[in-house]
């Protein structure tokens, strides 16, 4: 999924149930459009209803290969589309909190750097599994949940369920994943910048001093009730 500058005009298909469209996009390259190529793509139109937000009233265009509505409904894709941010937070929670090491790894050996990796973000996977888990259990957002105390609860838990009965372990992790959701974090703020650049000759806006400081957002307002999809 990613956003549609402003040239390219894909030809709509046919709308979906969602309002959303399913859509042929055209390669720029002649020949290849001359051949018939294109891209089978769902297009979903949409528009911010508060004035305080950067791009009010403008028409967003997101393209997704997630051509199904009901497996993935127009709303959850802009919500989560405005959420790509949060990557930030996993890289700091892997490099600041999981790992705990001073070198950036261990192996000497281009193999062995890929084994490593790979072991690191499949131990944050799993930990994100249970929190979500978890938060499921209560019908909370798994951004709720802490990621420090869950690392935390499991450096404890681990060593202990090495020596417990087996019988004992679904009791065990339950008791793990209702501990999980005893520390919950402040619901995230919004967080909306306008696409705008330092740099002439750019598709965006020039960066000018009204966009230095963002707009103040309620704390209660919710992304989901200022999107409009057209």
Not at 185 to 201: C, D, E, G
Request: charged share 25%; proline share 8%; hydrophobic share 40%.
């Amino acid at each position: 999924m990613g956003r549609l500058p402003a040239g390219p005009c894909p030809q709509k298909i046919k709308r979906l149930a969602d309002g959303s469209w399913l859509v042929h996009l055209f390669p720029t390259n002649r020949q290849r459009k001359r051949r018939g190529e294109f891209l089978e793509l769902r297009l979903i139109e949409y528009t911010l209803t508060d004035p305080a937000l950067p791009g009010y009233q403008q028409t967003h265009r997101l393209v997704t290969s997630l051509v199904d509505p009901v497996l993935a409904p127009a709303m959850e894709l802009v919500c989560v589309y405005h959420e790509r941010w949060e990557i930030e937070l996993a890289i700091d929670e892997i490099d600041t909190h999981q790992r705990l090491l001073r070198r950036t790894v261990r192996s000497k050996t281009p193999d062995g750097v890929i084994q490593e990796l790979f072991a690191t973000v499949l131990g944050y996977y799993a930990v994100r599994a249970l929190m979500l888990r978890s938060a499921q259990q209560a019908d909370l957002d798994p951004d709720r949940l802490s990621f420090v105390h869950a690392i935390c609860l499991l450096r404890t838990a681990t060593p202990i369920a090495q020596v417990l009965d087996p019988s004992s372990l679904p009791e065990q992790m339950e008791q793990l994943l209702s501990s999980m959701r005893e520390v919950l974090v402040p619901q995230r703020h919004l967080r909306i910048n306008a696409r705008v650049v330092k740099r002439k000759y750019s598709p965006f806006n020039l960066k000018r001093p009204e966009h230095l400081h963002p707009p103040r957002i309620d704390k209660e307002t919710i992304f989901r009730d200022m999107v409009l999809l057209i």
